[in-house]
């Protein structure tokens, strides 16, 4: 089992940053981490995933060259670096480990979830 805590969510002005954090207690070796949010209305959708070593990352069109996703294997931790927030990136942002077969950039791959951390952005 694995279970995952985030925290860093908050209300930012458009323009600002913001950083997320997400523990991760339990089995947690050599899992593939990402970050997704939910807005209101829509579907879930990915933001960005890293792999174990850090080696790979992706990131979604919509966020390329503002967001930055990295991980502390050690504080068993992943962090995304929020920057140049827009309103349209208001959502609940939730962390996930994919618990084997290696990178994924899939929703349904991911195994464990956490409870998700608002994030708005005012125009």
């Known amino acids: 089992q694995v279970q995952l805590v985030e925290s860093g969510g908050g209300l930012v002005q458009a323009g600002g940053s913001l950083r997320l954090s997400c523990a991760a207690s339990g089995r947690t070796f050599s899992y593939t981490m990402g970050w997704f949010r939910q807005a209101p209305g829509k579907e879930r959708e990915v933001v960005a995933t890293?792999?174990?070593?850090?080696?790979?990352?992706y990131y979604a069109d919509s966020v390329k060259g503002r967001f930055a996703i990295s991980r502390d294997n050690v504080k068993n931790t992943v962090y995304l670096q929020m920057n140049s927030l827009r309103p349209e990136d208001t959502a609940v942002y939730y962390c996930?480990?994919?618990?084997?077969?290696?990178?994924?950039?899939?929703?349904?791959?991911?195994?464990?979830w956490g409870q998700g951390t608002q994030v708005t952005v005012s125009s």
């Open positions: 890293i792999s174990w070593s850090g080696g790979s990352t």
């Open positions: 996930a480990v994919r618990r084997s077969g290696g990178f994924s950039t899939s929703i349904t791959t991911y195994d464990y």
